[in-house]
C-alpha cells in the first residue's frame, strides 16, 4: 500500500497548520466549498491574503487562538501517493497528543521559523521523534520570505540544529532541511526561484521520492498476536479454524514452524490468507489469516511466532512511559496494560526518573509523574506478556496503561530490555 505517514511539529505561529494547509492548496486537495470557506474567513480577518490554517485548524478553540491543540489527522493524494499527515500540536501542555500523533508515523517535518532558529520547543519536538525511533526526520525553515530569503539565516539554523543532533541517543541520520515559506507557497510543492542558492528538491519532491520500504520497520522476526479466532461452523466450513491478526515484523509462510505463546505448542503454518486470497508470504504489516496444520487451542491475546525466534516472556518489565492522565502516577497505583489485545493487571513498583525533553538530563526517583512527563518505571504483571525491546521491535515494544475506575488510557509505554 503506497501511503507515507508524516507527523508535523513545531511551535507556536512557525506555521504548520498553514504549511499543511497550502500542501493541501497546490495539490489540489481541498474542496471548493472549503476554498470559499477559507476565503470568507480570511476576508473577515482582514487578511489580504487565503489564511490556509483555517484548513487543519479543527477546533472552535483552536481557530479562536489559531493554535493546534488536538491531533487532527488530514488525507490527501498526488499520483505518485498517498498521504496522511498528523497535525500535532507543539505546545509543552500537549506532548501526549504529539506522541500519539507521531507514534505510528514514518517520517516527521518539524518547523523551524526562520526569524527565531532552534528554540526550546525545537529540542522536545525532536526529543519526542527519537525516543519514537522515527527514521525520517524533515527541518523545514518556514518563513523564508520574513528574512528576506537569505541563505545565512538557513545555515545557521541547519548547523544548530546539527549541533541538537549530537545530544541524541538515537543514531537519527535521515535529516533533510528545507527552507519554505508556507505563505508564499516557496518550495511546499514546487521549487522557488527566490533561492537560487539552495538546489535540493521542494518539501513535496522530497516526499514523493522517500522508499517507504527503507521506512517500514521490520525486526527479521515474526511477531503475530491473536486478535480473532475464526469458527465459522457452517456446512461449508464445518471444521474450518483459523486465525486473524495483524503480523509485525518478518514474514510468515505456509510450512513454517511456530510456537503459540504462551501454552508453548509447537505447529506448522497450513495456510496464509489476505481475505480470501492464498499468500504464499506473509510481509511484515500484512493484516493475514493464518491455518495451522494441527488442532491446537488458541484464543484472542496469545501470540504465534516462529520457533527459534522467541520474544521475551517476562511479568516484571522496565519501561519508558509518557505520562497522558491529570491523576498524577505514584508509585503502588494500579492500572490495566494492554499490549495488543492481551490485557493484564498491573502495578507501579517504583518511578526511576523523570527524563528532560531537552536532553538536559533526568531527575531520579521523583515522588510523582505528571501530565505530559516523561520517566523510566517498573511495573509487575500479573501474569506474563509476550515482548521485545522497544528499540528492536516498535509495535511488539509498546503498550498502554489503562485506569480500571475511568477506562481512560493514562500512558503510552515503550518496553526496555
Same mark, same amino acid.
Request: with cysteine; glycine share 6%; net charge negative.
Given at each position: 500500500?503506497?501511503?507515507?505517514?508524516?507527523?508535523?511539529? =513545531?511551535?507556536?505561529?512557525?506555521?504548520?497548520?498553514?504549511?499543511?494547509?497550502?500542501?493541501?492548496?497546490?495539490?489540489?486537495?481541498?474542496?471548493?466549498?472549503?476554498?470559499?470557506?477559507?476565503?470568507?474567513?480570511?476576508?473577515?480577518?482582514?487578511?489580504? %491574503?487565503?489564511?490556509?490554517?483555517?484548513?487543519?485548524?479543527?477546533?472552535?478553540?483552536?481557530?479562536?487562538?489559531?493554535?493546534?491543540?488536538?491531533?487532527?489527522?488530514?488525507?490527501?493524494?498526488?499520483?505518485?501517493?498517498?498521504?496522511?499527515?498528523?497535525?500535532?500540536?507543539?505546545?509543552?501542555?500537549?506532548?501526549? #497528543?504529539?506522541?500519539?500523533?507521531?507514534?505510528?508515523?514514518?517520517?516527521?517535518?518539524?518547523?523551524?521559523?526562520?526569524?527565531?532558529?532552534?528554540?526550546?520547543?525545537?529540542?522536545?519536538?525532536?526529543?519526542?521523534?527519537?525516543?519514537?525511533?522515527?527514521?525520517?526526520?524533515?527541518?523545514?525553515?518556514?518563513?523564508?520570505?520574513?528574512?528576506?530569503?537569505?541563505?545565512?539565516?538557513?545555515?545557521?539554523?541547519?548547523?544548530?540544529?546539527?549541533?541538537?543532533?549530537?545530544?541524541?541517543? %538515537? $543514531?537519527?541520520?535521515?535529516?533533510?532541511?528545507?527552507?519554505?515559506?508556507?505563505?508564499?507557497?516557496?518550495?511546499?510543492?514546487?521549487?522557488?526561484?527566490?533561492?537560487?542558492?539552495?538546489?535540493?528538491?521542494?518539501?513535496?519532491?522530497?516526499?514523493?521520492?522517500?522508499?517507504?520500504?527503507?521506512?517500514?520497520?521490520?525486526?527479521?522476526?515474526?511477531?503475530?498476536?491473536?486478535?480473532?479466532?475464526?469458527?465459522? *461452523?457452517?456446512?461449508?466450513?464445518?471444521?474450518?479454524?483459523?486465525?486473524?491478526?495483524?503480523?509485525?515484523?518478518?514474514?510468515? *509462510?505456509?510450512?513454517?514452524?511456530?510456537?503459540?505463546?504462551?501454552?508453548?505448542?509447537?505447529?506448522?503454518?497450513?495456510?496464509?490468507?489476505?481475505?480470501?486470497?492464498?499468500?504464499?508470504?506473509?510481509?511484515?504489516?500484512?493484516?493475514?489469516?493464518?491455518?495451522?496444520?494441527?488442532?491446537?487451542?488458541?484464543?484472542?491475546?496469545?501470540?504465534?511466532?516462529?520457533? =527459534?525466534?522467541?520474544?521475551?516472556?517476562?511479568?516484571?518489565?522496565?519501561?519508558?512511559?509518557?505520562?497522558? $492522565?491529570? *491523576?498524577?502516577?505514584?508509585?503502588?497505583?494500579?492500572?490495566?496494560?494492554?499490549?495488543?489485545?492481551?490485557?493484564?493487571?498491573?502495578?507501579?513498583?517504583?518511578?526511576? #526518573?523523570?527524563?528532560?525533553?531537552?536532553?538536559?538530563?533526568?531527575?531520579?526517583?521523583?515522588?510523582?509523574?505528571?501530565?505530559?512527563?516523561?520517566?523510566?518505571?517498573?511495573?509487575?504483571?500479573?501474569?506474563?506478556?509476550?515482548?521485545?525491546?522497544?528499540?528492536? #521491535?516498535?509495535?511488539?515494544?509498546?503498550?498502554?496503561?489503562?485506569?480500571?475506575?475511568?477506562?481512560?488510557?493514562?500512558?503510552?509505554?515503550?518496553?526496555?530490555?
Amino acid at each position: 500500500m503506497n501511503v507515507l505517514k508524516i507527523a508535523t511539529a =513545531g511551535s507556536v505561529d512557525d506555521g504548520k497548520s498553514t504549511l499543511i494547509g497550502r500542501l493541501l492548496y497546490d495539490t489540489n486537495s481541498l474542496t471548493e466549498d472549503k476554498l470559499q470557506a477559507i476565503a470568507e474567513s480570511s476576508r473577515k480577518k482582514g487578511f489580504d %491574503y487565503l489564511d490556509f490554517s483555517l484548513a487543519t485548524d479543527g477546533l472552535v478553540a483552536e481557530r479562536e487562538q489559531g493554535i493546534t491543540i488536538d491531533v487532527a489527522h488530514i488525507y490527501f493524494s498526488t499520483p505518485a501517493r498517498s498521504y496522511i499527515v498528523a497535525d500535532t500540536p507543539g505546545h509543552v501542555e500537549y506532548t501526549r #497528543n504529539m506522541v500519539t500523533g507521531a507514534s505510528t508515523s514514518q517520517a516527521a517535518i518539524i518547523l523551524i521559523d526562520a526569524r527565531k532558529g532552534v528554540v526550546e520547543q525545537t529540542y522536545r519536538h525532536f526529543f519526542i521523534n527519537n525516543l519514537l525511533r522515527v527514521k525520517e526526520v524533515i527541518v523545514a525553515v518556514n518563513k523564508m520570505d520574513l528574512v528576506d530569503y537569505k541563505q545565512g539565516v538557513f545555515d545557521g539554523i541547519r548547523e544548530a540544529f546539527e549541533a541538537l543532533n549530537e545530544n541524541s541517543t %538515537y $543514531d537519527q541520520q535521515r535529516i533533510t532541511y528545507i527552507p519554505v515559506s508556507a505563505l508564499q507557497g516557496d518550495n511546499v510543492v514546487r521549487k522557488s526561484g527566490k533561492m537560487s542558492w539552495y538546489t535540493g528538491p521542494s518539501l513535496l519532491q522530497y516526499l514523493e521520492g522517500l522508499d517507504l520500504a527503507q521506512l517500514r520497520e521490520d525486526s527479521g522476526t515474526a511477531r503475530f498476536p491473536v486478535q480473532l479466532v475464526i469458527r465459522p *461452523k457452517t456446512n461449508d466450513f464445518h471444521d474450518f479454524r483459523a486465525y486473524a491478526g495483524k503480523l509485525y515484523g518478518g514474514t510468515l *509462510k505456509p510450512d513454517d514452524e511456530v510456537t503459540i505463546l504462551p501454552s508453548g505448542t509447537r505447529s506448522r503454518i497450513k495456510e496464509v490468507f489476505f481475505f480470501d486470497r492464498p499468500l504464499s508470504e506473509a510481509a511484515p504489516g500484512s493484516s493475514i489469516t493464518i491455518t495451522l496444520e494441527d488442532d491446537v487451542n488458541v484464543v484472542r491475546g496469545d501470540m504465534i511466532v516462529k520457533s =527459534g525466534e522467541k520474544p521475551v516472556v517476562e511479568k516484571d518489565l522496565r519501561a519508558t512511559i509518557c505520562w497522558m $492522565d491529570q *491523576k498524577p502516577l505514584r508509585a503502588g497505583a494500579r492500572y490495566t496494560l494492554q499490549h495488543h489485545s492481551n490485557k493484564v493487571a498491573s502495578k507501579i513498583i517504583s518511578l526511576d #526518573n523523570t527524563v528532560a525533553t531537552d536532553y538536559s538530563g533526568h531527575v531520579d526517583s521523583p515522588e510523582a509523574l505528571g501530565l505530559n512527563e516523561i520517566g523510566e518505571v517498573q511495573i509487575k504483571l500479573a501474569k506474563p506478556i509476550y515482548f521485545d525491546d522497544y528499540t528492536q #521491535n516498535k509495535e511488539n515494544g509498546t503498550f498502554i496503561l489503562i485506569d480500571p475506575q475511568t477506562h481512560h488510557t493514562a500512558a503510552v509505554g515503550f518496553l526496555n530490555i
